[in-house]
């Protein structure tokens, strides 16, 4: 039980330990690390790592309430494995102690990887397996421990919690305005649990209707704004499906209410409804009391459904993607093998749904409702790309965080659910990739448009490995009701306040602000390609492409030295100049160098 | 009889093919719907009020014009006139809508009213009059015209004359040889440094490449002078100097085509790479291969014996290679776009293009394993010495040395190994419509494997995918000498022609012009959408090209190491590393090496994959040794090359060239800014300017013909707009829907109007 010795490693060890997320965070971390207690910090020499690309590597391993940490010394460099215990989703001994008194164990890991270790076991010792340490670290929730984010002290020059401000950010839509007001009526969580505090709904819907709206919509989650175009007023709202039922019931608020958002918007006589799921899909929500909007009693609406499907085809496909990518890529039928997860067939059609929403809002005019069954999954993922699409502040790197912040976490997201953050039942079926789906749409869109995006690919990675880890507190709980209640922003860190103290490194240089510059993607199978800088980053047979931004940078430096110099000349000319003939020394300080921006 | 429709003034620039640079000012003339001709060229057949089809959808968008058929090109001339601004760059010896008749692959006729089509042929009859005519074409475009208001008559005239030119029957019926016959001269010297690019027709470009690459033991022989040895071999090559001119003529005989060995090139280490022919004499094979091994044994310098590579058995054929080709070209460019979509990825390999490409680059690099890793010399051996061998010599050669991937070495590598190497470009490409089993894409495919390469390591190439496609392309235009022809002697003979016949009696030889006279098709500024702004280092190829030998090691990266440690980070990965440190896999060798070998889980490791794993855990050096990865979830369809022409898989204002535009104008920025720079040193070094001359650094005389970037910074400062026609096609469009403005919306609304989704 090497307690400080084992947290020492982990700082000392920086430059060889080698994940850029975490390795540039130990610099913070160092502080963390001493003054959060590791008392349960446990090392174990002699574990051997079996690498699926390497073969067996022994070394040791140590196990803090953050991380595991494998490193074998005797290699040169050291090998060394780190990853944040939050990113284990199952902990597994694979069969009996060998001949040798070893004990093997799997971790089935949330980033697309298994990991497999073997070591030495004695029976009946008092000491237990490190790998009962890990299942303990590793699933703080079933354990009722403390997730780590609310050890995770470290103090960042900016605070993240702080970068969506709701008001702030209705304001820069424009909002509230003669259509449009901004309500309070949820600020107790009453009208609906899941939504936030503050609400943008239509203006002559008094908030005593609200309430009613809510009654029938599932979990109450009423149709409120998303974005409003700054020219046409088109908007996109989002909620969740209509209660209908078997029966086809009606809600005279409801329907008043969807025709209040039609009527915002004076450019178009026409609503546009688009519900994500499968018509199947949607019909037999109706036994279960849920259901779509007909087209009779919402007179003026069109209802379109966008075929993506639910959280259980897509966790199912992720699980197939997983065997296609990791550990080894099948040399042969590689495409056909891709194709058959239908990986990046959700993502076209999440793409695809996304584009058309918003090519109704900017070249129809046209005002959109989006929804699914609860409005949190598919919805999110949809209503929040089409404003990727619509709005180049979402593409900067603040914007993106604000997307973030409002689209998936404060409208409910149910991120504790989706990826059980901390819960030892991996099989649970409210589990799935919703999120990951999205940044994958994400990471097609900057593929299309390199330089429409002021983040890079690192950032999306990054954003990822975070959504796992547990160290911060963003991603943490099911909604914005819970995560007060947990006072995280005052009991965790944002990890918004992480990137953006050194935002430099998720900046892309290529980065060209176009004002009103609407993206079409083209969602076609052409077009799109598996992330392998995400899911296929384990293997050593990749190498990361050089990244055209690095080399921007590179040229940039470049031209500031250049500038620099021709400056100096250019003064040392004028001085000259001005010595001899007085009448010429106003010209030479009139060339600055026209091209430097 | 031919315009009855009011002309448009037109704002078209005549910029008369031939005359390089010396650009008019655009001038408002009225033009007549008549075909720009070249010289030599004359019309054969037209026909007018044709529409030409734009796009898939609606006939709003089509074009009304006039139909020629020349001797050289399909031609359609319109009364509407693209757009210059959007249609940016421009071939001079091609207008926007024409398509030269060696390019077209397949005619076909239709008459809708009859339900009749037709594939037409050379020399055949055509009993209908047809409707529309659907030209399919070798660069992968396809055209439609429709004759609904032409006269019939006059519609199937130009349909039979298009069918009888496109497939000539004797090489002298190309057009090649009426424009050349008529003008072509050979850019004198090296004004202008266009022509750098050696054409190994001298001893002296041969020898200077042995110079280069240090080849001590290997000399330059004639014997071949006049063709009197091979008819299929240069008449300058290299071979082993211990071989005497004696001993080459006796050798000859046994192989293939009376092929010798042919030196293409040498490793620092003193490592050859040769290619050779199959031995025809079976009884003498032995003896043969054991006298001509022992040649390149004695030509390096340990001695150690070569490593021969049987191409013919380890690679697909080119009859493969051509089917994997026609699947791909059917399902990219062919095929309805929508039907494809849904398995789209499995269509894809079912091609088999990929992993043909893959086996390439595979067999690549287990040469580039032996010539570098274990610093033997190798020889490629291919039946005939002609195709295969030609795709792999200069896959080696890109990957072990940069000076290939300079523009200007690239040209060089492709005359060597392509041009002198005798690949039958006349045969491979199919130009007299002779045999369909002698036809095969190999020179795409090695352009292909290129691009991957390119893909996967930017900065290393000096020149563009836009290049890479436009030097394809230009196979199809066929007044080239460098692809018209099936070997060095074929070219001789016909160029030999030309002077006897000599209408104009001039003193000198006429020859075809190489492609790498770029100026015969572009001006000096669509040329510069050839040069990449991410390639690095321009002074590193100088030096190799000065003779040193020494610059092609895997330099230590100094100035762009901080890009290398970015990329590392990029990886994100628990085995990620520092560039600081030996990467991650560099474990994998020790591991190998060390007593105890561990059980490898996934595949046999050979020694050339751990050689690959070690390479790839090291950062790459633009400079030194380039090595593709060939996972399978690495090599990806050169979807620019293949899906350039399709207006659905356009994306505006975005694709890979939105961050070349970028990086472009900074790159020419800095250009303008060391130009500045230099004249201030000019400047100042003479104390005091001359009194009343401006000081130059106000007057703007950047000479911006030399800037090396397309896409310039533009007088105005400020953020740099990017330009609305940049397309993930440009500069290539899926001609009509860019000319018209409302296009932005027209594959979304296609798509939005259900199918498929």
Request: glycine share 6%.
């Amino acid at each position: 039980m090497e307690k400080s010795g084992s947290a020492d490693s982990l700082g000392s060890k920086r430059s060889s330990s080698r994940q850029p997320s975490v390795d540039s965070l130990t610099r913070y971390r160092c502080v963390t690390v001493t003054c959060v207690s590791l008392c349960h910090g446990v090392a174990a020499s002699d574990v051997t790592y079996i690498c699926p690309f390497l073969g067996a590597i022994r070394g040791s391993l140590t196990v803090t309430n953050y991380r595991l940490f494998f490193k074998c010394l005797d290699k040169d460099p050291a090998f060394v494995l780190d990853l944040p215990v939050g990113v284990i989703s199952r902990v597994e001994k694979i069969g009996a102690i060998s001949a040798q008194g070893e004990v093997s164990f799997g971790l089935v890991c949330k980033d697309i990887r298994n990991l497999r270790f073997a070591h030495r076991y004695q029976e009946g010792s008092l000491k237990k397996s490190i790998f009962e340490l890990v299942n303990k670290f590793a699933f703080p929730v079933s354990n009722a421990l403390r997730m780590f984010a609310f050890e995770y002290g470290q103090p960042f020059p900016e605070n993240g919690w702080k970068v969506y401000d709701p008001l702030a950010e209705y304001k820069r839509q424009g909002l509230p305005n003669e259509s449009w007001r901004i309500t309070k009526a949820n600020e107790h969580y009453d009208v609906c649990e899941t939504y936030p505090a503050t609400l943008v709904v239509p203006a002559n819907i008094p908030d005593e209707e609200l309430k009613r709206v809510a009654a029938f919509r599932a979990k109450g989650r009423i149709p409120v704004l998303s974005w409003i175009h700054p020219e046409t007023q088109a908007t996109v709202t989002r909620c969740s499906q209509p209660m209908v039922g078997v029966n086809g019931k009606r809600s005279k608020e409801d329907e008043k209410h969807l025709q209040a958002i039609m009527d915002a918007n004076a450019q178009s006589h026409k609503l546009f409804i688009f519900d994500a799921r499968p018509p199947v899909n949607a019909a037999a929500n109706k036994m279960k009391g849920g259901g779509f909007e007909s087209e009779d009693a919402y007179q003026n609406a069109e209802l379109v459904f966008l075929d993506i499907h639910n959280i259980h085809v897509m966790r199912e496909s992720l699980r197939k993607l997983k065997e296609v990518v990791y550990p080894n890529i099948e040399e042969s039928h590689w495409l056909s093998n891709l194709e058959s997860t239908h990986w990046l067939e959700h993502i076209k059609l999440i793409l695809a749904g996304a584009l058309r929403i918003a090519d109704k809002v900017e070249s129809g005019k046209t005002s959109v409702v989006v929804h699914c069954s609860d409005g949190w999954d598919r919805t999110a993922q949809l209503s929040s790309l089409a404003m990727l699409m619509l709005d180049g502040f979402y593409r900067t790197l603040r914007g993106f965080q604000v997307l973030v912040e409002k689209e998936w976490l404060s409208f409910g997201h149910r991120f504790q659910l989706r990826i059980g953050h901390g819960d030892r039942n991996h099989t649970d079926a409210d589990r799935s990739p919703v999120f990951l789906q999205f940044i994958d749409c994400v990471w097609q869109m900057t593929r299309q448009f390199p330089a429409a995006f002021e983040f890079n690919e690192f950032f999306l990675i990054t954003i990822l490995d975070h959504l796992y880890s547990c160290l911060f507190g963003t991603f943490l709980c099911n909604s914005e009701q819970q995560r007060l209640e947990e006072d995280l922003p005052k009991r965790t860190v944002s990890l918004w306040s992480y990137i953006n103290s050194q935002h430099e490194e998720f900046t892309n240089p290529l980065y060209v602000d176009y004002a009103n510059h609407v993206l079409y993607p083209v969602v076609s199978m052409r077009h799109l390609e598996l992330w392998v800088g995400y899911y296929i980053r384990w293997n050593p047979r990749m190498r990361p492409q050089e990244p055209l931004h690095q080399h921007y940078r590179e040229l940039l430096a470049k031209r500031a030295e250049l500038q620099r110099k021709v400056e100096e000349l250019q003064r040392e000319v004028a001085g000259r100049v001005a010595v001899a003939p007085p009448e010429k020394a106003g010209s030479p300080a009139g060339s600055p160098v026209q091209t430097c921006v | 009889m031919f315009s009855i429709k009011p002309l448009k003034p037109t704002l078209k620039s005549c910029v008369p093919p031939l005359q390089p640079d010396m650009k008019k000012a655009p001038q408002l003339t009225i033009r007549k719907l008549e075909a720009k001709l070249l010289p030599g060229e004359i019309v054969v057949s037209e026909v007018n009020f044709v529409r030409k089809c734009m796009g898939t959808g609606c006939s709003q968008d089509d074009l009304w014009g006039k139909l020629i058929c020349t001797n050289f090109k399909v031609s359609f001339v319109s009364h509407e006139v693209l757009d210059r601004q959007v249609f940016q760059y421009r071939n001079r010896l091609l207008g926007d809508h024409d398509v030269p008749l060696a390019c077209v692959e397949q005619l076909v006729t239709v008459n809708e009213a009859k339900g009749k089509q037709k594939v037409l042929l050379s020399n055949r009859k055509l009993k209908f009059s047809p409707t529309e005519l659907v030209l399919y074409c070798k660069d992968l475009r396809v055209l439609r015209f429709r004759f609904d208001e032409a006269g019939p008559e006059s519609s199937r005239k130009v349909c039979l004359a298009i069918a009888h030119y496109a497939q000539p029957t004797d090489p002298r019926l190309l057009f090649g040889f009426e424009y050349v016959g008529k003008l072509y001269r050979p850019p004198a010297g090296e004004h202008g440094g266009r022509l750098q690019t050696p054409l190994f027709i001298c001893p002296s470009d041969w020898d200077r490449e042995v110079k280069r690459t240090g080849a001590t033991e290997w000399r330059v022989c004639s014997v071949n002078e006049g063709y009197a040895v091979s008819p299929s071999l240069p008449e300058h090559f290299v071979v082993p100097a211990s071989l005497a001119d004696q001993d080459l003529k006796q050798l000859s005989c046994s192989f293939v085509g009376q092929r010798l060995p042919l030196w293409c090139w040498n490793h620092l280490n003193g490592s050859a790479l040769v290619r050779t022919a199959g031995i025809r004499d079976v009884a003498e094979q032995r003896k043969l291969e054991q006298r001509v091994c022992n040649a390149i044994t004695k030509s390096h310098p340990k001695r150690s014996s070569a490593h021969k590579v049987h191409l013919d058995r380890s690679l697909p054929s080119i009859r493969d290679v051509r089917a994997s080709f026609v699947r791909l070209r059917q399902l990219c460019a062919i095929g309805p776009y929508q039907e494809s979509e849904d398995k789209w990825l499995s269509s894809v390999e079912s091609t088999g293009w990929l992993d043909n490409v893959r086996a390439f680059l595979q067999q690549s690099v287990e040469v580039v394993y032996m010539l570098e890793g274990k610093h033997v010399s190798v020889i490629l051996q291919e039946e005939e010495d002609r195709d295969l061998s030609c795709v792999i010599s200069c896959l080696v050669q890109l990957m072990l040395d940069p000076h290939f991937r300079s523009l200007v070495g690239f040209q060089s590598l492709v005359q060597k190994e392509w041009v002198m190497g005798g690949h039958r470009f006349l045969d491979r490409c199919n130009h007299l419509k002779r045999s369909e089993g002698e036809e095969s894409p190999m020179f795409l495919l090695f352009l292909d494997c290129v691009w991957q390469l390119m893909r996967q390591h930017p900065a290393a190439f000096e020149f563009t995918e836009i290049y890479l496609a436009v030097l394809c392309d230009s196979m199809w235009i066929p007044v080239f000498s460098t692809f018209l022809f099936n070997c060095p002697r074929q070219w001789a003979e016909y160029s030999q022609d030309f002077t006897q016949s000599g209408q104009q009696g001039e003193d000198r030889a006429v020859r075809f012009p190489p492609v790498w006279d770029w100026s015969q098709q572009f001006s000096l500024r669509d040329q510069t959408l050839f040069n990449s702004p991410m390639y690095v280092g321009k002074g590193v190829a100088a030096r190799v090209q000065n003779g040193g030998v020494r610059t092609f090691r895997r330099a230590k990266p100094k100035i762009y190491s901080s890009m290398v440690r970015g990329t590392a980070s990029m990886q994100n990965g628990v085995l990620g590393a520092h560039a600081t440190l030996p990467r991650r896999n560099s474990l994998v060798l020790r591991l190998l090496s060390g007593s105890e070998t561990p059980a490898q889980p996934d595949s046999p490791d050979s020694a050339s994959q751990c050689f690959v794993r070690d390479w790839l855990s090291r950062p790459a050096d633009p400079h030194g040794l380039l090595l593709p990865e060939l996972l399978p979830s690495h090599l990806q369809l050169w979807r620019f090359y293949f899906l350039r022409w399709v207006s659905e898989a356009r994306i505006a204002r975005g694709g890979p060239i939105t961050a070349l535009h970028r990086l472009s104008l900074l790159v020419d920025e800095i250009e303008t800014l060391q130009a500045r720079l230099r004249q201030y040193g000019g400047t100042s070094t003479p104390p005091g300017l001359p009194p009343g001359s401006p000081d130059p650094g106000l007057t703007h005389r950047m000479p911006s013909e030399q800037s090396k970037m397309y896409f310039k910074t533009g007088p105005l400062a400020g953020p740099p707009q990017q330009p609305e026609y940049l397309s993930s096609s440009f500069p290539f469009s899926p001609v009509g829907n860019l000319s018209r403005p409302s296009t932005l919306g027209t594959p979304l609304s296609k798509l939005l109007s259900g199918a498929g989704l």
